[in-house]
């Protein structure tokens, strides 16, 4: 299947997927690079503890991608790293319309 919003993944980001905290710090997986559309638009948010905090960016993708986001993973935007907030999987359903995910970051 085509994807649809093809044309809007106009940016690239690279993320590095959180897989957890051991006794030498936190582990990421190796890094993936990803086509996406960035929107660098701050925001407050609800992190995935209720928190509210400053997102500094918005990034969408194919859906097909959404598992690499995870909160706390690591997303590269214009050479700088920044944190995952929140991470939304987008699915149409029965209508047909393009799925995508989205995430916030610091």
């Known amino acids: 299947m ?3 919003l093809e044309l809007f993944w106009v940016h690239k980001t690279t993320v590095r997927t959180y897989e957890g905290s051991g006794p030498f ?17 701050r925001k407050l948010v609800r992190d995935q503890t209720g928190r509210e ?5 918005t990034i969408q993708g194919p859906v ?4 690499k986001f995870t909160p706390e993973s690591l997303a590269t935007i214009n050479g700088a790293e920044r944190t995952v907030l929140t ?5 149409s359903g029965s ?11 610091t």
């Open 87 to 91: 991470v939304a999987t987008h699915y």
């Open 95 to 105: 209508l047909g319309l393009p799925d995508h995910f989205e995430v916030t970051t």
């Open 25 to 41: 710090g936190e582990t990421y997986a190796a890094p993936v690079d990803v086509p996406c559309f960035i929107d660098s638009t």
């Open 53 to 57: 905090v400053v997102a500094e960016a």
């Open 64 to 67: 097909t991608h959404a598992a």
């Open 2 to 4: 085509a994807d649809e």
